[in-house]
């Protein structure tokens, strides 16, 4: 009776998408309930899947919110760190 | 101190609701604290409840979203299984 | 299909008990599942509970852990506050 | 590697605000992530944090939602209790 | 950035285990981490996966503690139902 | 009413310690609780704070499972990368 939770940014990751597609959410719950099948044994209908988006300014990492985390990551790249 | 977060699939489930409804989450909350007093001797201030609504697409079981895994079961007894 | 995450702080609160009692997990389990089947039609066998107990050193109210909280509530209680 | 996830209720807390505004999701980041690295020595990198914002009536307190509990609270402190 | 918390029961599912092995947990870890790389383009750098194992008396399902749970399946399996 | 998790690795990061300390727990506690105090104006006795220490092997980034990650990084610092 495996339960997992998948928290990502909320940002479009597919060309043209603003947001997680439908279809990289299913995506995302097939290739999880097969894993734990695969590895564990689960049986697919016992496995629950809950994916959550966060808005961008919401996550942060290195002590900033996402976006200005990326615009640090992008100003080392361009001063060749 | 006790914490419970409970998550449900955003949809209707009382008449002509399309999402839980504010007397369904006051219900929930009445009914969980008063459980944690009942058979833990938890004071009700002490109780923290947090309900959070799921996207129908957004929740997977059986290795597919929802919506389609309930059309699958739907489908399953129509066929007499 | 809910999910429902109940945390205490692991401490006897039946007698004689130093946690969580099994007999009390099951009444937690028991009620919760039947209050969403009552408040929302959930059926019994689509709702997981998960109960997790946590240190006392590790759950944090008051801005300090829980034996120091408690502790001061004590204190209030015998100056008469 | 720490993860911390920060729920709050949301509505606003800053003057003229609804909601929590950029500027204390990023105090809030910042304080978590330095909070890691000086007590546990744990890089700023290495730090998430994920904001979650919950609608006032999916919050319980006290056996009720949270309007309902402020409401109380604000009486039981008009008639000097 | 992702983060990934996967819950599943304490006890053995590879030949004599008594609880997920370090191979499985390795195996879970490799296969989300791939899954978002592959479904959403997140480096595997970027990814957390958190396992958290919970005791069966812990985990509820159809009203009932698990090993309850699937003491009833047995036997309804045995009644030829 | 804030709630906050933090999930950490259960290791020392103090002298001679192989896990969280009671004060490092401590210094968590006061720090998050004041934070959203001066940053939000959340009273500290509404603020819940949940330590979780996690094992080492249950916590996966990069692909694989902390220890061999941390692993990794010290081979490709010694080969100077």
Redo the contacts between chains.
């Keep these: 009776?495996?339960?997992?939770?998948?928290?990502?940014?909320r940002e479009g990751?597919a060309p043209g998408a603003t947001a997680?597609t439908?279809e990289?959410?299913?995506?995302?719950?097939?290739?999880?309930?097969?894993?734990?099948l695969?590895?564990?044994?689960?049986p697919?209908?016992s496995?629950?899947?809950?994916?959550?988006?966060?808005e961008m300014?919401?996550?942060?990492?290195?002590?900033?919110?996402?976006p200005?985390y990326r615009k640090r990551l992008r100003e080392q790249e361009r001063q060749g760190k």
Tied chains: 1, 2, 3, 4, 5, 6.
């Design positions: 009776m495996p339960y997992v939770n998948i928290k990502v940014t990751t997680t439908a990289q959410k299913a995506a995302l719950i097939k290739g999880v309930s097969e894993l734990l695969d590895v564990m044994g689960k697919l209908n496995t629950f899947v809950v994916i959550e988006e966060v300014e919401n996550w942060g990492v290195g002590g900033v919110p996402t200005e």
